[in-house]
């Protein structure tokens, strides 16, 4: 009898990968990662973390958990941008199209990476971990996103 090979699905390889990436985030409140995945394919990756030339939160602290900032609010007073909002502005460095694509990310997206995800043409959420966010489900549904939440 033949031993049966245990590889892991697509979800759950692909989920690994968006684990994997996290860890190179930069933020101390939580570390996020994302990739866009067309036909089985990787077109991007991204991480959350401060933008290219800029002290990582790491290196100077963050002003939202000194202010005490609850998750999912003052988006604004972050030095780091989001894991989505990487690996979008990744895609569209290298002119990669993610029309009808599907983003794998660790945690749930917020409203802001929401409206990106929308109008960056991407037919699929496949999300790990939660926050704080529920207009942002209600924007990805309304806008007839598929979402998926796995573990």
């Given at each position: 009898m033949k031993k049966k090979d245990r590889r892991p699905g697509w979800d759950e390889y692909f989920m690994g990968i968006a684990d994997l990436v996290a860890?190179?985030?930069t933020c101390l409140r939580r570390k996020v990662?994302?990739?866009?995945?067309?036909?089985?394919?990787i077109l991007a990756t991204g991480y959350?973390?401060?933008p290219s030339g800029i002290k990582h939160c790491s290196q100077v602290g963050c002003l939202r958990a000194k202010l005490k900032?609850?998750?999912g609010e003052r988006h604004e007073l972050c030095r780091g941008l989001h894991a989505e909002q990487n690996v979008l502005l990744q895609a569209s460095l290298h002119g990669v199209s993610l029309k009808d694509s599907a983003i794998?990310?660790?945690n749930q997206p917020c409203i802001i990476c929401a409206k990106m995800i929308i109008n960056a043409g991407i037919k699929e959420v496949v999300m790990a971990g939660h926050?704080?966010?529920p207009m942002?489900?209600?924007f990805l549904k309304e806008a007839r996103i598929k979402v998926r939440?796995?573990?």
């Open positions: 860890q190179r985030s990662g994302a990739l866009v995945v067309k036909d089985r394919r959350n973390g401060t900032i609850p998750s794998y990310v660790t926050y704080p966010d942002a489900l209600s939440k796995v573990k």
